[in-house]
Structures are given as C-alpha cells and as structure tokens.
Nanobody
Framework: QVQLVESGGGLVQPGGSLGLSCAAS????????MDWYRQAPGKERELVAGFTSGGSTNYADSVKGRFTISRDNAKNTVSLQMNSLKLEDTAVYYC??????????WGQGTQVTVSS
C-alpha cells in the first residue's frame, strides 16, 4: 500500500517562506508523476506544482516564480519550497502521486496559513 506523508505546514506571515515535504513509502521512480495540490476553504482542489518521472516540472500561474518543487530520489521525497507567501496561499496542501497504472494516491494534507 502506497503511503504519502506530508510535513512542514504551519503559520507564516505574508512575504515569508515555508517548506513542505512529502515522503513516499516506496521509490518515487514507481510513480509516473508526483504533485502538490492545495484546497482553500470553499474552493476546489487545485494543482500547485508537479513533477514527472522524466524530471519535467509544471506550476500553477499563481505560484510561478515563488514556489519551487524538488525531489530527493535517495530519500524518496518530493518537496515544495514556498517563498513570498501571500494570504491567498492559505490552504491545505496535499501530496499526490500517480503510478504507471494511473492509480492515484493522496497524503493526509498539511495546513498552511498565511496571516499577519
């Protein structure tokens, strides 16, 4: 059973930085892609940043230039570094993975709150 465990959420002031990490129970090479999604209260879950197994990345327009997704193959982790945080970045952030059979896996979510 695949498990994704997020860590690193918390409270930060506008303009601050926060890093999230997602630890997978197996090799991240077993996944076709890994992503970070977020869901704010009353809104739909949206893709924030993603990583394909080939190494290409994509970002939501709202976070380009501020967020960076990265991975550590040896530790089977995917991280999201968030800089210049805004109030509208407040959400529950979820780690997502899709394997080569197109099965989807989700972490439990971690709360990020941007507030002064």
């Amino acid at each position: 059973q695949v498990q994704l465990v997020e860590s690193g959420g918390g409270l930060v002031q506008p303009g601050g930085s926060l890093g999230l990490s997602c630890a997978a129970s197996g090799s991240i090479f077993s996944f076709k892609r890994m992503d970070w999604y977020r869901q704010a209260p009353g809104k739909e879950r949206e893709l924030v940043a993603g990583f394909t197994s080939g190494g290409s990345t994509n970002y939501a327009d709202s976070v380009k230039g501020r967020f960076t997704i990265s991975r550590d193959n040896a530790k089977n982790t995917v991280s999201l570094q968030m800089n210049s945080l805004k109030l509208e970045d407040t959400a529950v952030y979820y780690c997502h993975a899709m394997d080569w059979r197109f099965a989807n896996y989700w972490g439990q979510g971690t709360q990020v709150t941007v507030s002064s």
